[in-house]
């Protein structure tokens, strides 16, 4: 995944201003459509279906518990593959092979956390929306 890019760089930049753009964002997150970001659009489909923030956090904390039940019975192991890390600072390789996101989860923080799309009023969060890293 390109995290950040310059994208008039390919041909060579010479005199003048360049983008740095977001690969992520503009990949996957920002809807070409509405040429808006994609928890912009959640918002409007909580506003539109009365998909309150309680609502969504019940969700999140929910998927949460099936995530952990899941992973405690097994039911995982075979999606996870096993990575190789340099230690830092010259230290031993550290072998990641568990999803920490789940194991880290914590439905009282989640309940704290302020809407980032939209203010006031807002109801998607950090915490209950999809994480960067689901694969999906």
């Known amino acids: 995944t390109l995290t950040h890019g310059c994208v008039q760089a390919r041909g060579g930049l010479r005199i003048g201003h360049s983008e740095v753009v977001d690969g992520m964002v503009k990949d996957g997150l920002w809807d ?3 040429d808006v970001h994609m928890g912009s659009c959640a918002e409007l489909c909580a506003a539109k279906y009365g ?3 309680e609502m969504q956090d019940a969700h999140a904390i ?3 518990e099936r ?3 899941a992973m ?4 995982t ?6 990575v190789t890390l340099p230690g830092r600072h010259g230290g031993p390789p550290v072998v990641v092979e568990a999803d920490e996101g789940p194991s880290k989860f914590n439905a009282d923080k989640l309940r704290k956390l302020k809407p980032v799309f939209k203010s006031p009023g807002g109801t ?6 999809s994480p960067v890293t689901d694969g999906a």
């Open 62 to 64: 929910a998927s949460h």
């Open 51 to 53: 998909i309150t923030r």
């Open 124 to 129: 998607v969060t950090a915490g209950n929306a």
């Open 77 to 82: 192991a075979r999606e996870i593959v096993p």
């Open 72 to 75: 405690a019975h097994g039911w």
């Open 67 to 69: 995530a952990r039940a």
């Open 32 to 34: 070409p459509y509405s």
